[in-house]
C-alpha cells in the first residue's frame, strides 16, 4: 500500500516537471525542442582586438537567435553584467534554418589599448517564436561566453 502511494506521488511529480517544461502541452500538441550549440565555450582574445563564436541551430524549426556583447568584471557573478558600446558582434540578430550554423565576428571598438585583461560576456538567446505562442510556458535558451581581451 505504503509502495504504491509513494509510486503514485512520484509519477504526479514527474507528469508536473514535464508539463512545466514544456516536454508536454495541453490540446493533445507536441512541443517542438530546439536548442542552440556555441562553440568555443570561453573566448581569449590575447594581443588582438577581434575572435569568432560559432552558433549552430539543433531541432527541426527555424531558431531567432540575438547576440550581444555586455561588460562584465571577470571573478564575478556572470549574470552582473551592462551594457557597452566598446565591443559589438556582428550579426546582431540572425534566424537560422535548422542544422544551419553562423560563425559570428566580434570586434573590440575601444580605442586605446588593453592594459592586463579586459572582460566581457557574449550573451547568445534563442528566442520565442511561433511554435511556442499556443504555449503556456515559452523558453528563451541563453548561452553566457566569457570573452577576455588581453595584452
Known sequence: MQSSII???????????????????AGGTGAIAQSLS???T????PG?????????ADGRGTSIVQLRVMAWREGTDPN????TRDV????????LKPRQELTARIVRTKGRKVRGRECYRVL???????EQADQAVKLQVRHSVPLCFSS
Do not use: C, F, M, Y
Open 7 to 25: 509510486t503514485a506521488v512520484k509519477k504526479a511529480t514527474l507528469a508536473a516537471l514535464l508539463g512545466v517544461a514544456g516536454l508536454t502541452v
Open 38 to 40: 556555441v562553440s568555443p
Open 42 to 45: 570561453k573566448l581569449e582574445a
Open 48 to 56: 588582438v582586438n577581434q575572435t569568432t563564436v560559432t552558433v549552430k
Open 80 to 83: 552582473r553584467v551592462k551594457s
Open 88 to 95: 559589438v558582434i556582428s550579426p546582431p540578430v540572425v534566424k
Open 124 to 130: 547568445i538567446d534563442r528566442l520565442p517564436g511561433i
